[in-house]
């Protein structure tokens, strides 16, 4: 099945860049995904990337797809307090009704 | 304004009750879903739905049940059959008629305590 692998925390200092990775098993995916959750609130899509792309930036916002390796990454350059959340992977399911298949989100944390 | 609204925000069950939560959207998606959020545990599926009066069972759809009769309409009933309902619930909407692309929109979720 479906799996979706995340690192759980990651602590940077404001101003510093915030790499965040994620593996994925379904080489059917054509979009990947990349979520912010906030406490409390629900999900708010980010950025995502199609499958034939290497990279694609959005403003501080960079992924990077490594389709051989099923390797997504988001970058986010000069972070900052508010950037403080749950960051979470996702890939589309085929199997599943084209679901969202979720991994277990990586919580940033951003001291001053 | 569109969007996917969940309601209630808070929701307070006694053990051997069924709940049922609420979730709307008026963005016109043929797809819906409902999530369960743990601690640690990411985003896992309940149910989803394709299209008016169909759904599947998700990952762990024990003790769940959903029903799809309007195209807005996605409401989850949290049965006394679910040993530890105690959870955070996002439903999500996403548009078929790209059929590439799954982007979800959701709710802000609803927090259902077990007393």
């Known amino acids: 099945g479906e799996d979706v692998e995340q690192s759980l925390f990651l602590s940077v200092r404001e101003g510093d860049s915030s790499v965040i990775n994620c593996t994925y098993t379904?080489?059917?995916?054509?979009?990947l995904y990349w979520y912010k959750q906030e406490p409390g609130a629900g999900l708010q899509l980010l950025t995502y990337i199609f499958s034939n792309m290497d990279m694609k930036q959005d403003q501080r916002l960079t992924v990077l797809l490594n389709k051989k390796d099923k390797h997504l990454s988001l970058r986010i350059a000069d972070t900052q307090t508010g950037d403080s959340a749950i960051y979470f992977c996702?890939?589309?399911?085929?199997?599943?009704?084209?679901?969202?298949?979720f991994g277990k989100g990586t919580t940033l944390s951003v001291s001053s | 304004d569109g969007g996917i609204t969940q309601s209630p925000k808070y929701l307070f069950r006694k053990e051997g009750q069924n709940v049922t939560l609420s979730c709307e959207q008026n963005?016109?998606?043929?797809?819906m879903y409902w999530y369960r959020q743990d601690p640690g545990q990411g985003l896992r599926l309940i149910y989803y739905s394709q299209i008016v009066n169909d759904f599947q069972k998700g990952d762990i759809a024990e003790g769940y049940s959903v029903s799809r009769e309007k195209k807005e309409s996605f409401p989850l009933t949290v049965t006394s059959a679910q040993k530890n309902p105690t959870a955070f619930y996002l439903c999500?909407?996403?548009?078929?008629?790209?059929?590439?692309?799954?982007?979800?929109?959701f709710g802000q979720g609803t927090r259902l305590t077990v007393v």
């Open positions: 999500a909407s996403s548009d078929r008629t790209t059929p590439m692309n799954t982007e979800a929109f």
């Open positions: 963005l016109n998606h043929d797809a």
């Open positions: 996702a890939e589309s399911s085929w199997q599943a009704g084209t679901a969202l298949i």
């Open positions: 379904d080489s059917s995916s054509t979009y």
